[in-house]
T-cell receptor, first 117, second 112 residues
Framework: GAGVSQSPRYKVAKRGQDVALRCDPISGHVSLFWYQQALGQGPEFLTYFQNEAQLDKSGLPSDRFFAERPEGSVSTLKIQRTQQEDSAVYLC???????????????FGEGSRLTVL | DAKTTQPTSMDCAEGRAANLPCNHSTISGNEYVYWYRQIHSQGPQYIIHGLKNNETNEMASLIITEDRKSSTLILPHATLRDTAVYYCIVRPLYNQGGKLIFGQGTELSVKP
């Protein structure tokens, strides 16, 4: 499809396990964002990439969270030694940089729901 | 970024107009008002944005008060598919990459 694709859609992990969540942005989109959404809350910003450069990681909650986008396209959010409080939906969004300046429109994927037992 | 205040929830009858208010009394001159919505189990979806003039597109209308301290999103003929959480966000147009800061939003229930 032409939208933002995230995988897996659902992930169950035991506390202490490492997980990796993948995001395939819309082709050609320069900007990529990761958000964390806890149950009943609005999405919270985690990190932002412009091409392969991670320009803002101010929202990452701890050093257990790591994101990368090595070739400026697909991105992976990695969570090490998962804790129960990491249980949330992780949303990825992308935008055409020119489009962002003009409309502020981010295109979101459906998210990856992580449950840590 | 300026903060916004929205009612936690609202109901609307199907076919009637849904008017969703948002207060942003600390908005600054270079900040725009954006509206997104999130249908259950989906990612947020852009609806509309504006600076100081009223805006309309195929989805909704945005009315911004003259002092820009509040705005209203109008869905002219609400349908059951408009049931969602609606987020009002203010941000500078030219911030880095277009990062959005979401609040709690308004949960709109459209009832038959």
């Amino acid at each position: 499809g032409a939208g933002v694709s995230q995988s897996p859609r659902y992930k169950v992990a035991k506390r202490g396990q490492d997980v990796a969540l993948r995001c395939d942005p819309i082709s050609g989109h320069v900007s990529l964002f990761w958000y964390q959404q806890a149950l009943g809350q609005g999405p919270e910003f985690l990190t932002y990439f412009q091409n392969e450069a991670q320009l803002d990681k101010s929202g990452l909650p701890s050093d257990r969270f790591f994101a990368e986008r090595p070739e400026g396209s697909v991105s992976t959010l990695k969570i090490q030694r998962t804790q129960q409080e990491d249980s949330a939906v992780y949303l990825c969004a992308s935008s055409d940089h020119k489009g962002v300046l003009n409309t502020g429109e981010l295109f979101f994927g459906e998210g990856s729901r992580l449950t840590v037992l | 970024d300026a903060k916004t205040t929205q009612p936690t929830s609202m109901d609307c009858a199907e076919g009637r107009a849904a008017n969703l208010p948002c207060n942003h009394s600390t908005i600054s001159g270079n900040e725009y008002v954006y509206w997104y919505r999130q249908i259950h189990s989906q990612g947020p979806q852009y609806i509309i944005h504006g600076l100081k003039n009223n805006e309309t597109n195929e989805m909704a209308s945005l009315i911004i008060t003259e002092d820009r301290k509040s705005s209203t999103l109008i869905l002219p003929h609400a349908t059951l598919r408009d049931t969602a959480v609606y987020y009002c966000i203010v941000r500078p147009l030219y911030n880095q990459g277009g990062k959005l800061i979401f609040g709690q939003g308004t949960e709109l229930s459209v009832k038959p």
